[in-house]
Every structure is written in C-alpha cells, then in structure tokens.
C-alpha cells in the first residue's frame, strides 16, 4: 500500500506559478511512476504529466513548455511545476503511483487560476 500527500495548491493570478509536491510513503519509490492528474466537474480525470523511475517523461499537450514534472527518490517526492498558469488550469490535481497494474491516488489539491 501507498499513501500519497499532496501539498501546494491555492488561487494564482493568470500567468503566476505554482508548485505541487506529493510525498509518498513505502520503500520502492523508485520503481513506480509517479505523477499528476487533474479534474474538474463534470469531466473525466486527465494526465497531466507522469515521470518514470528511469526519468522518461510524458505531458499532456495543453501544458507541454509551461509544466515540468520531477521526483527525488531519496525524498520519496514527485513536484509539478506549474508556470505561466491559465484558467484553464483550475482544476483538483491528484498525485498518482502506479506499478504492475497497481494504482494509487492522493486525496487531491486545489488549484485556482483567476484575476
């Protein structure tokens, strides 16, 4: 089992910059791609950006240039740095581990992008 801690979220002006940290419990860290998703009402939960142990990345295109996803395993910590944020953007941001078929889910943070 996996508990995952996000922390980071709050309301931003357009354009501002955020950072999201989630911190996961266990000892094989290392070997699970970890990453963030994102939710709003009504819509499906979507990928924002997942890293692998190895440090191979994939970002959703609506994000790709303003978002960078990052771990330190030694930390047992994945970040997701959010740039030149939009209103779009408003959304609930989930960290995520999975390994094997195995999937776990932080409780969530709020982001809110508006003037």
């Known amino acids: 089992q996996v508990q995952l801690v996000e922390s980071g979220g709050d309301l931003v002006q357009p354009g501002g910059s955020l950072r999201l940290s989630c911190a996961a419990s266990?000892?094989?860290?290392?070997?699970?791609?970890m990453g963030w998703y994102r939710q709003v009402p009504g819509k499906q939960r979507e990928l924002v950006a997942d890293m692998y142990g190895g440090g191979s990345t994939n970002s959703a295109d609506s994000v790709k240039g303003r978002f960078t996803v990052s771990r330190d395993n030694a930390k047992n910590t994945v970040y997701l740095q959010m740039n030149n944020l939009k209103p779009e953007d408003t959304a609930v941001y989930y960290c995520?581990?999975?390994?094997?078929?195995?999937?776990?889910w932080g409780q969530g943070t709020q982001v809110t992008v508006s003037s």
């Open positions: 266990g000892s094989r860290f290392r070997f699970y791609v």
């Open positions: 995520h581990a999975g390994l094997c078929g195995h999937d776990y």
